[in-house]
């Protein structure tokens, strides 16, 4: 009897360091991929918004004014962002919680 406790308790521990092991390795991969995501994104962002800001200041005839218009936009974005911000986090921890728990 003891043996068949002290092998399921071995098989047992094995069992949770090989689901450390795939949970820890899925998370890696996943933050390296959104790492390269955001870094990609943050370019394609940064780009685009030069180009949106000088097409709005070329039509208004004043370059500076197309980059308050954007950077105008970009502060009401935070403001909602701030506002929402106790959403976010629940939701982020929740998905965070339910990717870790599968």
């Known amino acids: 009897m003891i043996d068949i406790i002290k092998d399921y308790t071995t098989r047992r ?3 949770i360091k090989l689901q450390f ?3 820890s390795s899925l998370s890696a991969g996943i933050i390296a991929f959104l790492s390269i995501l ?3 994104f943050s370019f394609f962002i940064i780009l685009f918004n030069f180009g949106i800001a000088f097409l709005i200041g070329q039509s208004l005839g ?3 004014h197309g980059f308050l218009i954007v950077a105008g936009f970009y502060f009401v974005l935070m403001i909602i962002v ?3 911000k106790k959403k976010i ?3 982020v921890a929740n998905q965070v919680i339910d990717f870790l728990n599968k």
């Open 13 to 15: 521990l094995d069992l």
């Open 21 to 23: 092991t795939e949970k």
């Open 38 to 40: 955001l870094i990609a």
């Open 62 to 64: 004043n370059a500076a």
């Open 82 to 84: 701030f506002l929402m």
């Open 89 to 91: 986090v629940t939701v």
